[in-house]
């Protein structure tokens, strides 16, 4: 006997039922918005209401173009609850990858910050948006822009009743939509199922994802664009958790400004978030007491972070996901035999990606296919699988072939598994540097190399080598009065002492800042095509020893 569907709204109606005055809080284009969970999903209804009368119909796609905010939240659960589909569209792709994704996508609707407006413009090409039938813009006034036709959030929606009744969507239907960055070709379509999405958001509510409970207070920093806000805004709704959204491009002052007035508990971002609030509070008075824990996701956590943070009472909650897994894939909880093991014991596993979040499986295996051992030591690439991991691409057949074997997905990561379970990321498997037929981890260098208090950004690329095939050369940023010479002997000196001399970059090379992806990763691919030949091994020191030579 079957019983009832897995499904988003059983999330919304809990919150409302439970929780209704628990508040959401913005921060907007025209100043911080508050209201509660009642009037959330009113407005959800009235939502729904909207886009029933525009014609949109089960299984269409609706897309938002937005930063993190409180309407932006509003289309999580008023557009999957109604059985269509919410592609959320990232801003910071070029014009190019946008057109694609809308094209390929076939969105029926497009919501649009105001800040961003021009952006989509700048983007907007009549036959890749031919099948766009409205534009809203998330604000009270319309820009003259040539996106038509087009019309602002509130005139959308306000003549609609908060009274809807929500069909009976089945669990295999298509809830969400995200697009991978396309750093090495064409951006790919990921698509969620209800059930999908259900799947992640109880994992990460259980003690070992991330632990949301009902008295939190969630600020997600991590763009709402880029695979569901990690899954945040979903996991706190169902918890019944206060939400925190930070809205367009927050500078750290905004973030430190949020944490103390609204008594954000977890909060969550990419390293550079972590790094800007950290160089912030340098020379501001800054209250982190409500702060229990941030999560660190998207690249590695420098050990220097997690160790500041350490100092003010927060504690970093290291993750990895990616967007073909809606998206957390393991968190670097501590196990309970390691509660009371000595602290640099604690911050060796902390700074790993962790451990595989309850409902996934996972294997790591090598150039033969075969499974490498849990030792901490021997390579090989991730493969996952598991209820909200996707097993395909949308209209992608070439990327299916390549990228999945079976209902195995081939991550591309190059991990390690130490005995303990704890899976480390050595790198990207294009990012990996092969000297000499072996490996090395340049993620690894960069976090050594950001370790060191006068580096504000550290990238490693591999550049060819006639010798050794590729050598790796660190890209490094620092602030104009750093001695640059001195601080080279500094980082030479201090990566000798923990590494083989063939892993030691043969060039340091300082750069005004490392460039980044759409989705702030550093750009190893820009770089490469930047500074990528041996002229960067001519113009620094030789090799310091073969890769033989332990």
Not at 334 to 342: G, I, K, R, S, V
Request: aromatic share 10%.
């Amino acid at each position: 006997m079957e019983g009832c569907q897995q499904t988003l709204e059983s999330f919304s109606w809990r919150a409302e039922s439970i929780y209704p005055d628990r508040e959401i809080v913005a921060r907007t284009h025209e100043g911080k918005q508050r209201y509660t969970y009642s009037e959330f999903t009113d407005r959800t209804r009235q939502l729904a209401n909207a886009l029933d009368s525009l014609g949109i119909e089960h299984s269409d796609r609706v897309g938002t173009f937005c930063w993190n905010h409180d309407r932006h939240f509003e289309t999580y659960f008023g557009v999957p609850n109604m059985g269509a589909q919410l592609h959320t569209i990232n801003p910071l792709l070029p014009d190019s990858h946008i057109q694609y994704i809308v094209e390929d996508a076939a969105d029926k609707v497009l919501f649009v910050d105001p800040s961003l407006a021009e952006k989509l413009a700048s983007a907007y090409d009549p036959d890749a948006f031919e099948s766009v039938e409205q534009f809203v813009i998330i604000g009270s006034t319309v820009p003259d822009l040539p996106l038509e036709p087009l019309t602002d959030y509130e005139s959308f929606i306000e003549a609609e009743p908060t009274e809807y009744d929500w069909p009976n969507v089945s669990q295999d239907d298509m809830a969400g939509m995200c697009y991978t960055s396309g750093t090495t070709g064409k951006p790919k379509g990921v698509e969620y199922t209800q059930q999908m999405m259900w799947s992640h958001t109880m994992a990460m509510l259980t003690p070992q994802g991330l632990g949301i409970q009902d008295s939190d207070v969630v600020m997600p920093i991590v763009p709402m664009f880029h695979v569901n806000a990690w899954g945040m805004p979903f996991a706190a709704t169902a918890a019944g958790a206060k939400q925190v959204f930070p809205g367009p491009a927050p500078e750290p002052a905004d973030i430190a400004h949020l944490i103390e007035e609204e008594g954000v508990t977890i909060a969550a971002g990419v390293p550079t978030v972590w790094l800007g609030l950290l160089e912030y509070m340098e020379e501001n008075e800054c209250d982190l007491s409500t702060l229990d824990s941030i999560v660190i996701g998207g690249a590695a956590a420098p050990k220097a972070v997690i160790e500041q943070f350490d100092e003010f009472d927060v504690s970093v909650v290291h993750a990895w996901g990616m967007t073909e897994m809606s998206p957390v894939g393991s968190v670097a909880n501590l196990t309970h035999d390691l509660q009371d093991a000595p602290y640099e014991t604690q911050l060796e596993k902390r700074g790993k990606q962790g451990i595989i979040v309850p409902g996934l499986e996972f294997k790591v295996i090598d150039d033969d296919g075969r499974e490498v051992s849990w030792d901490g030591e021997a390579f090989g690439e991730l493969l996952v699988r598991g209820p909200w991991v996707t097993t395909e691409y949308h209209e992608r057949p070439e990327a299916n072939k390549a990228d999945f074997e079976g209902d195995w997905l081939r991550t591309g990561d190059i991990v390690t598994v130490d005995e303990d379970g704890y899976i480390e990321l050595v790198d990207r498997a294009d990012d990996v540097i092969k000297s000499g037929g072996e490996w090395i981890s340049s993620q690894e260098l960069e976090n050594a190399i950001m370790a060191h208090d006068k580096v504000s950004e550290a990238a490693v690329i591999g550049v060819p080598h006639e010798r050794w095939q590729e050598r790796p050369v660190a890209m490094v940023v620092v602030s104009e009065e750093v001695d640059r010479e001195s601080l080279t002997e500094e980082l030479k000196k201090m990566l000798r002492g923990e590494y083989p001399k063939w892993w030691l970059p043969d060039g340091f090379n300082y750069i005004d800042e490392i460039p980044k992806t759409a989705t702030g990763k550093f750009s190893k691919m820009d770089l490469r095509e930047q500074y990528g030949d041996e002229e960067l091994l001519e113009e620094n020191a030789p090799t310091e020893a073969a890769p033989g030579d332990r």
